[in-house]
């Protein structure tokens, strides 16, 4: 029999990495499952479910981790408590591989085996298990119903014997997954929606919704998607044409939700302090990338910023503040991606390590980064340090997030 456990997340993050929906199933396939009490209760998940689901209510984070084989987060957890998992247990979260190299050294070093949820293959097997879509989602749904409601106008238009109240204008920068659900939130709220992104393949997603596709569509835009399906960094010269473009348009909107991203570099540079002026007061800018340095100029981390009268929203972690569901989908992803590792006769722990969605998601066992691109970063961050003693040079990872 495998046993499971979840302990608590910290005070910034209201998710959870189980349901009691989820614990249920994973105490069928034979599973012990060990769950913080009070844990879920951020997502509305009480104790009391969990324990119908069949679940065990442990009172402390070390309890519900130390006899595990599988803990499951949402963030990353403390060093300590990594340390104090049993030796080689795994642990499956999102880990933010990316940042942090030195902190992720240290969880490597703990022996326990670190599966990052973000780095999940994104093909068709795995779309059950894919985290980025199910939480971007919810954070694109989430973005525009903040606009709407730091909006000091409506966004359908309206007929009535007053007079008629005219429709917001609602731009879309980056349609990815939470680009798609942006418009389509925008769409089922009224505003008149238009959409750009440099990948070609959007153009029919943008019109099926009902939104109008603008963007350069030059020979560059032709080639811009790589065949992992994203965005390449484009060259300086179609960024001034998209520029000139943007800049056109924006003058005109009320509303602009930005999502635009590059694996592995700073988010793109979309909308300037000069774009940002030209609109009307009252206009609202919901920064999504602002994690990754985000897409507006002024936008600032967890931030909202007035300008000339335009806010710029920098909310951090927008499916957090949809905990129910996104708990209730991550929890989903991450059974998925559990199930197949128990052998269904037996109830025991049956990992295929050669994997492709095992390997894909590995990033540290027995001690050490086993994930080349990451353990590069991380080589580099620890060299950085080691300069920064004698030399006070940055600590940051090469090619980091900001
Ligand atoms: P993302 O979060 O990496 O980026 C968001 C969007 O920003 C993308 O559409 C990207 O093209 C766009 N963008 C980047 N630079 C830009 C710029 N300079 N100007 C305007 N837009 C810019 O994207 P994502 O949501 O993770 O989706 C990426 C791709 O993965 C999509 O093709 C999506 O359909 C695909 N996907 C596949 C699966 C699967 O097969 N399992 C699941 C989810 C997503």
């Not at 130390?66 to 642990?91: E, F, Y």
């Not at 963007?215 to 065949?227: H, I, S």
């Amino acid at each position: 029999m495998i046993a499971i456990g979840v302990p608590a997340e910290s005070a910034e993050e209201p998710r959870i990495g189980l349901s009691p929906e989820t614990a249920k199933k994973l105490v069928k396939l034979g599973a012990k499952v060990r769950v913080r009490s009070g844990a879920g209760l951020r997502s509305h998940f009480s104790d009391e479910e969990y324990k119908v689901a069949g679940a065990d209510i442990v009172v402390s984070d070390a309890d519900a981790v130390k006899d595990a084989d599988i803990v499951l987060t949402v963030r990353r957890p403390s060093p300590a408590l990594v340390k104090s998992m049993k030796q080689g247990a795994m642990l499956i979260a999102m880990l933010d591989p990316y940042s942090d190299a030195e902190g992720l050294q240290a969880l490597a070093k703990s022996g326990a085996a670190l599966f990052a949820m973000e780095l999940m293959p994104r093909i068709s097997r795995a779309q059950s298990m894919d985290v980025l879509s199910s939480q971007a989602n919810l954070a694109g749904y989430k973005a525009v119903v903040d606009a709407a409601a730091a909006f000091e106008r409506a966004l359908p238009m309206m007929m009535t014997a007053a007079g008629t109240v005219p429709a917001a204008r609602v731009f879309v920068m980056g349609v990815g997954v939470a680009g798609l659900q942006a418009i389509a939130t925008a769409r089922r709220l009224g505003a008149i929606v238009t959409a750009t992104d440099v990948r070609p393949a959007v153009k029919e997603q943008v019109a099926s919704l009902g939104a109008k596709f603008i963007a350069v569509e030059d020979e560059e835009f032709k080639q811009a998607e790589t065949a992992a399906g994203y965005a390449k960094e484009m060259s300086d010269e179609y960024k001034k044409k998209q520029a000139a473009l943007v800049a056109d348009h924006v003058k005109n909107q009320d509303i602009v939700i930005t999502t635009a991203l590059i694996p592995g570099r700073p988010a793109p540079k979309l909308i300037s302090k000069a774009m940002i002026e030209s609109m009307r007061p009252g206009s609202i800018i919901v920064d999504l990338a602002v994690e990754r340095g985000g897409n507006a100029e002024l936008a600032k981390a967890g931030e909202v910023v007035e300008h000339n009268g335009v806010r710029i929203m920098g909310k951090l972690n927008l499916p957090g503040a949809v905990p129910v569901n996104a708990s209730s989908l991550y929890a989903r992803n991450l059974l998925a991606f559990v199930e197949p590792m128990v052998d269904k006769k037996t109830g025991a722990l049956a990992v295929n390590w050669d994997d492709e969605l095992v390997k894909g998601t590995l990033i540290a066992k027995d001690g050490a980064i086993v994930n080349a691109m990451i353990a590069e970063r991380s080589g580099a961050a620890v060299e950085a340090k080691s300069d920064a003693d004698g030399n006070a040079k940055s600590a940051k990872p090469k090619g980091s997030a900001p």
